[in-house]
């Protein structure tokens, strides 16, 4: 089984990969969890599934020391090694305006707006984001 998540200062959202795509998508309040490992097996619990398996996670947030700090909830840290001890097989956390960085090269044009016109087209690709702070990720 393999789960994605996206991991911010006031959500957490967790979905499972089903024939390549996101399923059973769901979106809890941080606060609500004392940890990641917690707030899977409430997931797999809702949904009926093994609480193991593979995870990838993007975070709004860094790593230090080993632990990923969640940017504006310092309350809240992702422990690779309390996942790995619960079962969980992480390839990799990642920053998640770098998750979505990643995306901007294959985006669609209905999906794009472009800022400054008149502009020679040797432009960079730009994701900005408002959640609980704002962000932003360059290609």
Known sequence: MKLISDIGGTYIRIAQILDGAPAHVERYKANDFPDLTDA???YCKE????AHG???IAAAGYEENG???ITNNPDWVIN???LANAGWRIPRIINDFEAGTYSLPVLQ?????TLKTGVEKSFSLCILG??????????
């Open 80 to 82: 690779p090694t309390n």
């Open 40 to 42: 899977l097996q409430q």
């Open 54 to 56: 593979e995870i990838a």
């Open 47 to 50: 949904h009926n599934i093994k």
């Open 67 to 69: 632990l990923w700090k």
């Open 130 to 139: 408002a959640g609980t702070c704002l962000a932003l990720g360059y290609y």
């Open 109 to 113: 044009s209905d999906s794009k707006t």
